[in-house]
């Protein structure tokens, strides 16, 4: 088998936007994997929100990259392999600049797997049904709930209009460069994790633990968190609907996540 694994977002490339896994790609990973590839899912999401769907695709044990590749979780045990974790001088300072941006954004951050918000809004109420998660509303700014807490946060995200999260995450990064990461995972999300989280960094790791070649892998997905391990694969993919930023560092484009990605891969690229 040339391709010996398979490194694949979750949403927008598996999750269809209906919030839907269908059955073809979980014959086809099933089928992959009975030949002897080991399938990885590498997302954004909590531990917490990926288990149920991993479950799903017949994933109940090996590894899962989460936080944008700022952790991998033990699927069977459910629990940390490693989780790298923002200073929290640093994650405090991100929040009380967010918190004070003329620009209308809504603030999160993932501590312990677990996510945390100010108070009630649509926007959040919206994250938390597409991710099936829980938000505990903390009645106070994140910046000083986080300082009081001393535990350090896992990722801080912010939802805003398109054209306002692309302006933060450019803007942003001279003032933390060196101390943390930025990314868009979708149009409306920025998320700040430590400096030099990413997804393509944690499958560099992931093949190092199994003894996996750059080109023996497929790595696939849609947005910008994305592009790091669709570059670092021998094979990089982005699926039809991704940001035209990642189309333009895979080797080859898709189809969408609502046509079957994950096996049209499967069927394609990675037969005997």
């Known amino acids: 088998m040339k ?21 073809r790609n979980i014959d086809a990973i099933k089928r992959y994997r009975d030949r002897g590839g080991k399938f990885f899912v590498a997302t954004g999401r909590m531990f917490s929100s990926i288990r149920p769907h991993l479950a799903t695709l017949g994933l109940t044990e090996g590894e899962v990259i989460l936080y944008q590749g700022g952790g991998v979780y033990d699927i069977a045990k459910g629990e940390p392999v490693w989780v790298r974790n923002i200073a929290i001088d640093d994650a405090v300072e991100c929040l009380r600049r967010l918190e004070s941006d003329p620009r209308q954004n809504v603030q999160m951050v993932y501590i312990d797997d677990r996510c945390y918000s100010v108070a009630p809004h649509p926007a959040i109420d919206l994250f938390c049904n597409i991710c099936n998660i829980d938000c505990t509303l903390v009645g106070e700014k994140l910046s000083d709930y986080v300082t009081k807490r001393g535990d350090a946060p896992t990722k801080v995200l912010a939802i805003a209009e398109a054209d306002d999260v692309y302006a933060i995450s450019k803007e942003y990064i001279p003032v933390f460069d060196g101390r943390l990461s930025f990314t868009r995972s979708q149009k409306f999300l920025v998320e700040f994790t430590a400096y030099g989280i990413n997804k393509g960094d944690a499958v560099r790791k992931m093949c190092e633990k199994h003894g996996l070649k750059r080109e023996e892998i497929i790595c696939m997905g849609d947005a910008d968190n994305d592009i790091s391990m669709i570059e670092y694969a021998g094979l990089g993919i982005a699926v039809q609907n991704a940001m035209d930023t990642t189309k333009a560092h895979a080797d080859v484009i898709g189809v969408s996540n609502n046509h079957d990605a994950v096996a049209w891969v499967v069927d394609n690229f990675c037969g005997d």
């Open 3 to 23: 391709y010996k694994a398979f490194f694949c977002d979750f949403d927008g490339t598996i999750f269809a936007d209906d919030h839907t896994i269908s059955q």
